[in-house]
């Protein structure tokens, strides 16, 4: 017979990877599939990074490294923690992973009881909820909307918090939506935090440098709390390296050293070639990336112009990220010729099976009634998917 251990059934897998593989079946037999269900640029890494890793490999970095990553890699990230935003770190509060996913991970494991509750402001990314029912603790999900442009209020923090609040997981720019927190509404946020000095926020700033227009502010530059708060980040997105596999914390010297600890019995330190690469990408000033986000922002005024004539679609311009977040809940109890559509994941499944374009329904991201379309994708592509879109919608009665 067999048996898994129980925690195996805490955790789901992300609808996201789910959509994907749906996605193939169809490829498989011989639909032309467009895959907007992605949360990775289209681009290849620029090429600057990838002299940086060859050259590791030539000169033989093929052996075991520090755990929290190389000591000139963590002072690189220190010293662009100064230059971007303004933060002071030495680099023994540095953790270098294998992806900001096992950044977050180490924060997770390394402060969360089971029990103890955990804050996640809706949309979420996938993993955080996740993350926290491995720990067997408890997500305390704070519901937000479009109108409040996606975003928690002071009020409904406070009002979260109790003596059990261990954590909040908060992401800027954010996945799904790609809501951005300003520098005013993050100082009313902090306040609330220095209320509970044994209450951390894990601040997610994995899309940082994919914004348009609006100012970046990391939470861990207000002093107040900067011992609270565990700053994420990583190459995947900013640098076009999902696949390279690198993240990164700033975090206070314990819990960087227990996030330390706790990695040395996992994965020890990440892929020596992508730490030295790593070097590279983020001692280049943002501007070695413009020319990505340069393109983004034609392809987010684009979707934004071409959902925008869908009926029934409701739209948010993200200030950062590469997704479309609409609110389709005015098409729910519509239906085609052969269904109805009852959920955005009803709505996301009849997008996929009729106009073969892959999507993610909200429910993923705790929010009902939306679904987000990436656009890391080609112009043409991402044309050519809004008018399948489009005409499928056009379908339901
Ligand atoms: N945080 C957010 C908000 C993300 O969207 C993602 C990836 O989709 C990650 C973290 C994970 O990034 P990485 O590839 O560095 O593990």
């Known amino acids: 017979m067999q048996q898994l251990a129980q925690r195996v059934g805490l955790v789901e897998m992300p609808m996201t990877i789910e959509m994907s593989r749906k ?147 908060l992401s800027s720019p954010n996945n799904p939506c790609g809501a951005m927190y300003s520098r005013e509404e993050l100082a009313a946020l902090a306040e609330v935090i220095a209320t509970k000095k044994d209450f951390y926020v894990v601040y997610d700033e994995i899309y940082e440098l994919i914004t348009y227009g609006t100012e970046h502010v990391s939470l861990a530059s207000f002093a107040e709390i900067k011992d609270q708060v565990i700053t994420v980040n990583g190459l995947s997105k900013s640098f076009a390296m999902t696949g390279w596999r690198l993240g990164y914390m700033a975090a206070p010297k314990f819990i960087a050293d227990a996030c330390d600890k706790l990695q040395s019995q996992f994965t020890s330190g990440t892929n020596s070639i992508a730490q030295r690469a790593a070097i590279a990408a983020v001692s280049a000033p943002p501007s070695s990336v413009k020319y990505m986000v340069d393109e983004f922002a034609n392809r987010r005024q684009l979707m934004f112009n071409l959902l925008s004539e869908i009926p029934g679609f409701k739209l948010y311009l993200p200030d950062g990220a590469f997704y479309m977040f609409v609110d389709v809940s005015d098409l729910l109890g519509k239906s085609s010729p052969t269904e109805k559509i009852n959920t955005a994941l009803d709505f996301s499944m009849y997008l996929l099976n009729t106009a073969f374009v892959s999507s993610v329904p909200g429910e993923a991201f705790g929010l009902n009634g939306y679904v987000r379309f990436s656009f890391a994708a080609s112009i043409n592509v991402l044309t050519e998917a809004c008018s399948r879109i489009k005409t499928a919608v056009l379908n339901l009665k």
């Open 23 to 169: 996605g193939r079946e169809l490829e498989a037999k011989g639909h032309d599939v467009i895959a907007l269900n992605l949360g990775e640029p289209d681009f290849d890494t620029p090429d600057f990074i990838k002299e940086a890793a060859k050259k590791a490999i030539d000169d033989n970095f093929s052996h075991y490294m520090p755990v929290a990553g190389f000591a000139d890699l963590r002072q690189a990230i220190c010293d662009k923690l100064k230059r971007d935003n303004g933060l002071t770190y030495t680099p023994n509060e540095i953790v270098v992973s294998t992806g900001a996913k096992q950044s977050i991970a180490n924060a997770v494991l390394s402060l969360v009881n089971p029990g103890d509750e955990v804050i996640v402001p809706a949309p979420y990314w996938v993993s955080y909820v996740e993350l926290v029912k491995l720990v067997e603790a408890t997500p305390i999900v704070l519901p937000t909307t479009m109108q409040g442009g996606f975003k928690i209020t002071p009020d409904q923090l406070r009002e979260a918090m109790n003596a059990k609040s261990k954590v909040m997981l």
